[in-house]
T-cell receptor, first 115, second 111 residues
Framework: EAEVAQSPRYKITEKSQAVAFWCDPI?????LYWYRQILGQGPELLVQ????????DSQLPKDRFSAERLKGVDSTLKIQPAELGDSAMYLC?????????????FGQGTRLTVV | GDSVTQMEGPVTLSEEAFLTINCTYT??????LFWYVQYPGEGLQLLLK?????DKGSNKGFEATYRKETTSFHLEKGSVQVSDSAVYFC??????????FGTGTSLTVIP
């Protein structure tokens, strides 16, 4: 069964360092999402791509976070510099197309701890 | 704005008990509604969905009915098992396909 692949699964970094996460969506899925999930809360959207274009990054802290999906396939989310408050699970998801009713498929996530 | 409100947890039930997790929503348009489940240390998995009013989504014994008049999508299961222990998230999506998630309800089923 096709899955959304994320790496690494776990990452510990010191504050002020740079960190990057990678996501490979299900083949053929045009829409890709990055979500942040703080412990005990629901996922919150950071950025949404349609193919290689950003369609929503209104909640992305652009002073330190960046995301790209250069060829419209896999994607990288970067944080520089990391802060203690960035400790969370970072989830990547993909869906076949835009449109209400289309389910999103989630990866296993990257758990980031900033020390 | 668009949002989802879920019943506070945690919920602890004995095996074979009846489960209800309440979910209500606020949306500017006509959303699709979803229940996702998250097992410890894992990502979210779709449990069921409904795309229009009065639709019933069902999967693995879980059911939820899209009630437009009460803006609700409550999750139910007639007889829970230990393996159902997880965190359950209600979510909505609108055109443009952004998902809005509730805060999650933790369920523990004891033998």
């Amino acid at each position: 069964e096709a899955e959304v692949a994320q790496s690494p699964r776990y990452k510990i970094t010191e504050k002020s360092q740079a960190v990057a996460f990678w996501c490979d969506p299900i083949s053929g899925h045009a829409t890709l999402y990055w979500y942040r999930q703080i412990l005990g809360q629901g996922p919150e959207l950071l950025v949404q791509f349609q193919d290689e274009s950003v369609v929503d990054d209104s909640q992305l802290p652009k002073d330190r976070f960046s995301a790209e999906r250069l060829k419209g396939v896999d994607s990288t989310l970067k944080i520089q510099p990391a802060e203690l408050g960035d400790s969370a699970m970072y989830l990547c998801a993909s869906s076949l197309r835009q449109g209400a009713g289309t389910e999103a498929f989630f990866g296993q996530g990257t758990r980031l701890t900033v020390v | 704005g668009d949002s989802v409100t879920q019943m506070e947890g945690p919920v602890t039930l004995s095996e074979e008990a009846f489960l209800t997790i309440n979910c209500t929503y606020t949306a500017t348009g006509y959303p699709s509604l979803f229940w996702y489940v998250q097992y410890p240390g894992e990502g979210l998995q779709l449990l069921l969905k409904a795309t229009k009013a009065d639709d019933k989504g069902s999967n693995k014994g879980f059911e939820a009915t899209y009630r437009k008049e009460t803006t609700s999508f409550h999750l139910e299961k007639g007889s829970v098992q230990v393996s159902d222990s997880a965190v359950y998230f209600c979510a909505l999506s609108l055109t443009g396909n952004q998902f809005y998630f509730g805060t999650g309800t933790s369920l523990t089923v004891i033998p």
